[in-house]
């Protein structure tokens, strides 16, 4: 299985992780249990699919994944600010700022990996 702890994407994903199972403990038990669940589940999706990424060869089908739970989450941090789960604005801020990144960069993958599909390698094309 190929490594991915090196990965950047990887690091931020598992900071976001890490930080909202923080944060969703000070939710109210309604949010808590509803919105709070949602958060972590696609954060930890998110992890899952950075893993299975970066070890397939063809990863264009894992990253449209990744890109769409990436801007799942980033929706859901925007729902849960507005239904006021959050117990201050800078949890959210954090949370959003790092889901933000996420986005992009699972973008630029997908974009990078879709660009090395149409261009082979040298290596590859005299074999």
């Keep these: 299985m190929a490594r ?3 990965l950047p994407i990887y690091s931020k994903a598992m900071e976001l992780g890490v930080y909202l199972d923080t944060v ?3 939710f109210s038990r309604y949010n808590k249990y ?3 669940k949602e958060l972590r589940d696609l954060s930890r999706n998110i992890i899952k699919l950075i893993i299975r990424a970066n070890s397939l060869a063809d990863k264009t089908e894992s990253l449209f994944d990744l890109v769409q739970n990436c801007e799942m989450l980033k929706t859901m941090l925007f729902y849960a600010k507005e239904t006021k789960a959050f117990a201050n604005f800078n949890s959210f ?3 959003t ?3 933000v990144l996420l986005c992009k ?3 630029g993958w997908l974009q990078s990996s879709k660009k090395s599909q149409n261009h082979p390698s040298p290596i590859k094309a005299s074999q």
């Design 105 to 107: 960069q699972s973008e």
């Design 93 to 95: 801020q954090h949370a």
């Design 4 to 6: 991915y702890e090196h």
């Design 24 to 26: 969703v403990r000070n």
């Design 97 to 99: 700022g790092l889901a």
């Design 34 to 36: 509803t919105i709070g």
